[in-house]
Antibody, heavy 118, light 107 residues
């Protein structure tokens, strides 16, 4: 059974660094891209970016490029979304999902709630 | 970026009704269009990919159609468990973009 299990909720202060994770199981991790999606409180879905674990190639939405970094550790089948300096506007639920050949997301993590507040 | 516009933003319908949600792309995306269902407090769930292919395990009352710039998600007979927000997403080109969502309520 394919599963994506995300790390737990985070509470951070503005300016702090943060890394959240997404661990895949039940499939060959390097065979599928991982994509990240943001959902701000009460709002819709926003595509953050994606990574090909096979070669670490990444795509970012212009809205997020330069503010977040997507990476993987294939030895533990885990993808990461990280910030070097979070802002209050980063407060949101973040989902990871698989992304196949035509990049539709058929498997999703449960979400990680990030709260940034002073 | 390709803009995705859904309509309506919300709708209320009775159990058994036929419900249609439309999604328009700002440029030709062929059939690189996916539909997701998100229930409150849950992760999104893939319903339709490639504009019209039903994801395995999804109820057959859901169907998708369209190509180019205009797409439709249809629920043939609305059920109480279909209370959710529905999103279209284009996967034709990066950045992948979502529509703003359509919230379906049960009368």
């Amino acid at each position: 059974e394919v599963q994506l299990v995300q790390s737990g909720a985070e509470v951070k202060k503005p300016g702090e660094s943060l890394r959240i994770s997404c661990k895949g199981s039940g499939y060959t991790f390097t065979n599928y891209w991982i994509t990240w999606v943001r959902q701000m409180p009460g709002k819709g879905l926003e595509w953050v970016g994606r990574i090909d674990p096979h070669d670490s190639y990444t795509n970012y939405s212009p809205s997020f490029r330069g503010h977040v970094t997507i990476s993987t550790d294939n030895s533990i089948a885990t993808a990461y979304l990280q910030w070097s300096s979070v802002k209050a506007s980063d407060t949101a639920m973040y989902f990871c999902a698989t992304c196949g050949g035509d990049c539709y997301s058929d498997y999703w993590g449960q979400g990680t709630l990030v709260t940034v507040s002073s | 970026d390709i803009q995705m516009t859904q309509s309506p933003s919300s709708l209320s319908a009775s159990v058994g009704d036929r419900v249609t949600i439309t999604c328009r792309a700002s440029q030709n995306i062929r059939t690189y269009l996916n539909w997701y269902q998100q229930k409150p407090g849950k992760a999104p769930k893939l319903l339709i990919y490639g504009a019209s292919s039903l994801q395995s395990g999804v109820a057959s009352r859901f169907s998708g159609s369209g190509s180019g710039t205009d797409f439709t998600l249809t629920i043939s007979s609305l059920q109480p468990e279909d209370l959710a927000t529905y999103y279209c997403q284009q996967s034709h080109s990066s950045p992948l973009t979502f529509g703003q969502g359509t919230t379906v309520e049960i009368k």
